[in-house]
């Protein structure tokens, strides 16, 4: 396919490259013409190619071997064995990462083959598209220097590729887009390891890897621009461990952990607060303040939020005209604290319970409703599984998650209705009906004399009513009834004491008695 003849006296001044192209024949010849023959060689360079017989394999630049693809032809690979390369892409080597990210700008992805110290940052500019990826490898900042610099390009991060920025952020995004399952570590007090500015945007999506800020109080990640942050996956760890101060947030997995030192939220002249606060997540709604735009957006389905010190979650504003604190976003994921309890969206619960370490933590439910039609003038009381009374809210209704629940209901004179019902995924209404009591009264007759003073009905075991004792000169009455607890058709008789006189002591007796003393006391006189 290449021949190389010379008509002079020696070949060693030709240089002949091969990066690529099919050859169908002998990649290459050389010789002398006129019969001049010497030991001179060109200098015959392959590092890309398909081939169809292997005799460049003595030609191949170092770095790179000879593979057969299977199909009758050859064609090149990078030795990962070899120091040579930083990086390649489609099976070529390059020297560097950066050459290797020019290379791949166009959609292409680039491959990690050893540790990685930069120089200076790397840039993706826009319009650039490009994916990185090497598993195990290790990609190392400049001091002073972000490790990855995007500015309106898009960078997509591989599962297992790491970075560590030594001062600065393992990324800073000036628009564009990062698609991230890498593992990020930062040292330095400065930035966090993911990182915008107020006066751009641009999209984040956290996909998986682990995202560390080694420094005690300093901020995994820092939102203040517009565009959408998005965490699906992954462990991200910092004093706290997201602080959105712009844009959009939706998180749907993934875990944050924040192990910084408890701060108050403090704002002056409507900037956002001084200090990170120490929750796991930090929604700072600013909006007004000089390169903040309001908060457009949270949306919490999932994840998992821990502080050791603060609160999982919390939610501020600096006071500014027409701008509040953000509420009513979470309807999902599982928290440290129940400081998710204030942020619920509407028909969700925050309910507590002991994790596989013994700890108590809080996961949100959804919630139904459940009312009660009932008769007039009764009452309902609805108890969980475990027998805690639940309140109805304003409205007489209960919010109840899915589970098993019993009810009673009461009214007076009628029969009380007590039964269980489940909640599963839905709103319901009970419907309740109740039995008249049957009333069983008994009739109480007051006596005196042998006349009747009184006669009532009264329900089976209630209590009379007395009337009073008719009086009777020289005696004292009173009933030889309480008239409580009445279970029978009960007579109460009034019993009369003679007043003692001189002295003398009465003796009591029914009214029939004191009657035939008086009269015999009559006759006598």
């Excluded at 599963?424 to 009747?452: F, S």
Aim: hydrophobic share 35%; glycine share 14%; with cysteine.
């Amino acid at each position: 396919a290449i021949s190389v003849y010379s008509f002079g006296d020696s070949l060693a001044k030709v240089n002949v490259s091969i990066a690529g192209g099919d050859f169908e024949s002998k990649a290459i010849a050389y010789g002398f013409a006129n019969g001049k023959e010497n030991d001179s060689k060109p200098t015959i360079a392959v590092s890309g190619g398909t081939f169809v017989e292997d005799s460049v394999e003595e030609y191949l630049v170092e770095g790179y071997t000879l593979k057969h693809n299977g199909n009758g032809t050859y064609g090149l690979t990078v030795d990962p064995e070899q120091d040579v390369f930083e990086a390649a892409v489609n099976d070529v080597g390059y020297t560097t990462l950066q050459k290797a990210i020019e290379a791949a700008k166009n959609g292409g992805t680039v491959t990690v083959l050893r540790d990685i110290t930069l120089s200076a940052s790397i840039e993706i500019a826009e319009g650039m598209d490009v994916t990185i990826e090497g598993s195990g490898k290790t990609i190392t900042g400049a001091e002073g220097a972000d490790v990855f610099y995007v500015k309106g390009g898009k960078l997509t991060l591989g599962e297992g590729l790491n970075l560590h920025a030594p001062t600065d952020c393992c990324v800073y995004i000036h628009g564009g887009e990062v698609v991230t399952a890498a593992n990020m570590t930062k040292a330095g007090t400065n930035y966090s390891v993911i990182q915008g500015n107020g006066n751009y945007s641009g999209n984040v999506t956290i996909t998986g890897g682990t995202i560390t800020n080694q420094i005690v109080d300093g901020c995994a990640i820092y939102w203040p621009q517009d565009g959408k942050l998005t965490i699906e996956d992954g462990t991200i760890t910092g004093g706290t461990a997201v602080r959105l101060n712009s844009g959009s947030l939706e998180i749907s997995g993934g875990k944050l952990i924040a192990n910084g030192t408890k701060k108050a939220y403090v704002t002056a002249d409507g900037s956002s607060s001084f200090d990170d606060t120490g929750d796991a997540l930090m929604i700072d709604n600013v909006g007004g303040a000089t390169g903040y735009e309001e908060i457009s957006q949270v949306v919490i389905t999932g994840g998992t939020f821990t502080s050791k010190n603060a609160a999982a979650v919390g939610s501020y504003t600096a006071g500014n005209a027409g701008v509040e604190a953000k509420t009513g976003f979470i309807t999902g994921g599982t928290y440290s604290d129940n400081s998710a309890l204030a942020y619920l969206a509407t028909g969700y619960t925050l309910e507590s319970y002991t994790d596989s370490t013994g700890k108590i933590v809080y996961g949100v439910e959804p919630t139904y409703t459940v009312s009660f039609t009932l008769p007039e003038g009764a009452t309902v009381v609805v108890k969980n599984a475990a027998g805690q009374t639940i309140a109805a809210n304003a409205a007489g209704k209960y919010e109840l998650t899915d589970g098993n629940y019993t009810f009673t209901v009461s009214k007076e004179n009628y029969v009380d209705k007590s039964a269980s019902f489940t909640v599963n995924g839905a709103n319901q209404e009970i419907v309740i009906t109740l039995d008249a009591l049957e009333i069983v009264t008994h009739t109480v007759t007051y006596k005196a004399d042998g006349e009747v003073v009184a006669q009532m009905q009264v329900a089976h075991g209630g209590d009379a009513t007395a009337p009073a004792v008719p009086a009777k000169a020289g005696y004292t009455g009173a009933w030889n009834h309480d008239g409580k607890g009445i279970v029978a058709d009960t007579e109460i008789v009034a019993v009369y004491t003679k007043n003692a006189t001189g002295g003398e002591g009465g003796t009591p007796v029914t009214g029939e008695e004191s009657n035939s003393g008086l009269w015999l006391g009559i006759l006598l006189a």
